[in-house]
């Protein structure tokens, strides 16, 4: 038996929530319901702007191990905060969730701060991302230890960290030590607009790396250059083992081995979209380790997704396992 | 017309919001709805203990400005943060509600950090505070500006600042120069611990300067020393031109010039009961500061003092004046 069931890679930041109007967004310049990257003068702007916030530990991959970790899973993080206080917050909830999380924090001299992003959330519950990297952005091959990863079952690996200078010898070094064990590897696109910035890479780690790939329409059709949704999807099939896609209220599509199969979306009132994907990848790969069939393992990812929309905040709040028991999946 | 309508002094905090069963606060020896103060080195192993969770701005007299800045009225806030990230964050949601906050900052090699309180909240909503004061211990009189005070309509001071070497002093400080412009002066007991820890101190300062008294049922009968409720609040009211004292499911009794209210508590599911007496000040001033009569000051009180407990944190997530419309009390 591995050690972990699965390792997550990513960028590790703290989310600075806050609500507004929809006129707000426009006024500060902010894209609705994408992620952009921003540098530490513009975070001290908009942040000066937002009204009151909570900070809740967050970070796309973290939150998707969170998500495994809260379900019993065996599982470990890889993502860089700083020796700061809101660093110790982001490790500290991770550790306490029951998640390994032992990589080495940047000093307190460094010139960055921990990440943050300022996740504003509209009447809708859309939320648009704000993201100062700082620290996580320079995560490095060293960084990634190679005895972690060969004693995982699955990698997971965050499309976000493809904006980092070192991320592509970090993710190769990571896959290396992983596959070389016999692990498996699977990824998030993240986001539209970085599968734009990355698309070749992405596409080669694909077709030649990963045997499990999470993303929803929009990325989909960003990575295949496409508007015709059926037709990205199997084209990502015929590259990938599993492919994961969900498509909001419509649901999430899986496709493996020439089968394919829809998981409804479980209905909510949307409070706050921040995590929906990283739970719905989280559930999903917690139930591929338990050994449930692929349908099964869609239908909990939207369980999962649907709790952490009806909240502000990332994390699970809710017991998952008693939902997926309510809903009669386990 | 001066500049204020109220101006708070109290301990700047971040609260540390997690949940926990009754079971913990015996193993972890936390005494359960108080509050304790605690050092850093109980402060570090307590939040290794806790589960995952959520950073809110916080402080007592804090919620309370922050609650009548959320109503619109003139109003600003005296309390040490550090330079440092909680302390930013604090300082950002006090000014993002609307309120004047413009107390030194600690510098960034003083040897605490911004003070925090590490909220346990139980299932059944009770929230039991271990407070790390940090640099919050050490308001001087010099962060008392006298022009500041004088241009108040109420002062209100927060009784767990008693705890501070140096808050005796500040407080006299800040009550001389309100009351020498023709302001008048109000305080919260805090907590029954507090009183005992200095009623001396507490009953002088009633005695001699306070003109509106805000407590609950426990603060009162440690105060006076006694287990007989209504002989306390009629001490009070013959030593106070006003006493508001709330009393949980009960509501709040109010206290003038020989006559008395009963203000009944509006009933809600008790998630977090953190700044539920926070809020009831809040919103009491805000109104006494409007003119409205003292029943309906306390209804008011309720109505804000429901808002906070029905979700997590001590600042207002609703719109209170819409609240007291629909209550039918505006």
Partial sequence: MKKFQVVGIGNAMVDVLARAEDSFLTEAGIGKGIMQLIDMPRAVDLYSRIGPAKEISGGSAANTIA?????????AYVGKVKDDQLGAIFAHDL???GAVYETALAPKDAPQET???IVVVTPDGERSMNTYLGVTEFLEPSDIDPDMMSQAEWIYLE???FDGPQSHAAFAKAIAACKGAGGRVSITLSDPFCVERHRDAFRRMIRDDVDLLFCNRAEMLSMYQTADFDAALTQAAAEVAIVACTDSEH???ILSDGQRWHAPAVPTKIVDATGAGDLFAGAFLWALTQGYDLETCGK???VAASEIISHIGA??????KALFQ???LI
């Fill in 159 to 161: 499309g976000y960290r």
């Fill in 115 to 117: 990440g943050r992003c």
């Fill in 251 to 253: 649901g999430a599509h």
């Fill in 95 to 97: 550790r306490a969730q």
């Fill in 315 to 320: 994390r699970p709040e809710a017991d998952l």
């Fill in 67 to 75: 998500g495994v970790a809260h379900l019993g899973g065996r599982t």
């Fill in 326 to 328: 309510k809903a009669g």
């Fill in 300 to 302: 909990m990812g939207n």
